[in-house]
């Protein structure tokens, strides 16, 4: 069966090759794009669907985000509201919850963010580990992760849990905590941050990730300047994410290699802390994502358009780079070429909107857009 969606308003592809294409439509076969252009040279097809001169983009990308956790933080979002600077600390309450949870709380809560994400047009999402932070509790998390996404982490080094010193829990997190987790992940990920994990430990959790077969993702100068980007750069990682605080070196770094730097709004809003610089790593040629960072500390979001339209507005990132780094971007970040755009050959993950394009998604924030949903080529 094909399907021929037309009607369409303006069709933002994704592909640096054609990325608009006014009064276009889609063909989907077996799950796929079969074919993308101008309505008027669209072949036939066996049903078609008219979205009445709608906007159309790929699904979104979210490329951080951490959905395995049980209890609430909001005493802690009062606090900051109310001029206490983010820490990073409040992690270990959720540490504590979600040790104490049971696995089908956790796997319905992690089911229901992706559903909710799902709902708002993110298609593709990777989820972390990092709420366990013990071996079995780490590898009951990516258990769960691994029934909802292929794009999964292992955060393991997140931070030093309570009652162990650091060198010991490098140790465990890289010999037997790694060695049952990276069954269920693709990736590994260290919080490379004052207060976590500092440079020599990053580079001996991810080089133990990398020789058991994992790519490698960073958190990176989120709350001050540091090592991180860096070491995401030498290392070939996929992303470094948050950026927040950058020198002219760690920009350089990013721009001459193939590293993404992964953006998230969400967390400078819901901290208060300054938004990162993106305007600045556009201009020097890195390729930029956004995501949501959904967790319940720091960024309790699963909206990606909320994310763009933070990044329009505080980052100073045109409607047209913040549709193609929460699309393109967030798929380049999770090093995938069959999603996060709209070309013959990519998996039919699309969203139709409730607006002629994607500009009135940082035109109208905080406004529901999505008018319909498909996800390997079906209607949800």
Request: glycine letters at 10%; charged letters at 20%.
């Amino acid at each position: 069966m094909t399907t021929l969606i037309d009607g369409i308003g303006l069709l933002y592809t994704g592909d640096p090759e054609r990325e608009e294409i006014a009064d276009a439509a889609l063909v989907l076969e077996d799950g796929l794009i079969a074919w993308v252009g101008p309505a008027f040279e669209a072949p036939a097809a066996d049903t078609r669907v008219d979205v009445a001169g709608r906007g159309v983009i790929p699904g979104y990308v979210d490329s951080h985000a951490h959905l395995v956790f049980a209890g609430d933080r909001t005493a802690e979002f009062k606090a900051r509201m109310s001029g206490r600077p983010y820490t990073g600390g409040g992690i270990r309450t959720t540490v504590a919850a979600t040790r104490q949870a049971g696995y089908p709380e956790l796997a319905a809560r992690a089911r229901g963010l992706v559903n909710e994400m799902l709902a708002q047009g993110t298609t593709t999402v990777e989820i972390k580990s990092g709420y366990g932070l013990s071996v079995e509790d780490e590898r009951r998390s990516l258990e769960i992760a691994s029934g909802l996404t292929d794009e999964t982490t292992f955060l393991g080094a997140h931070v030093v849990p309570a009652g162990m010193d650091a060198d010991s829990y490098v140790r465990l997190v890289a010999g037997e905590m790694l060695d049952a987790c990276a069954p269920y992940a693709k990736w590994v990920d260290v919080f490379c941050e004052r207060g976590a994990f500092d440079g020599d430990q990053t580079r001996e959790i991810l080089a133990a990730g990398l020789k058991a077969g994992l790519g490698a993702r960073v958190h990176a100068n989120q709350l001050g300047e540091g090592p991180g980007v860096r070491i995401a750069c030498e290392l070939g990682a996929a992303s470094a994410d948050h950026c927040t605080h950058l020198t002219t070196a760690d920009v350089d770094a990013l721009a001459s290699s193939g590293t993404v730097a992964t953006l998230l709004p969400g967390a400078e809003f819901s901290t208060r802390s300054p938004y990162p610089d993106a305007r600045r790593l556009i201009d020097a040629g890195v390729t930029v994502a956004l995501a949501t960072d959904c967790n319940p500390g720091s960024s309790f979001t699963s909206s990606m358009a909320f994310c763009l339209a933070l990044a329009v507005r505080e980052m100073r990132m045109t409607p047209l780079e913040a549709i193609r780094a929460a699309t393109y971007g967030g798929a380049r970040a999770l090093r995938r070429t069959d999603v996060g755009w709209l070309r013959r050959g990519a998996r039919a993950d699309l969203v139709v909107l409730d607006a002629p394009s994607y500009v009135h998604l940082a035109y109208r924030p905080g406004v529901p857009l999505v008018h319909q949903v498909f996800h390997h080529g079906l209607l949800l």
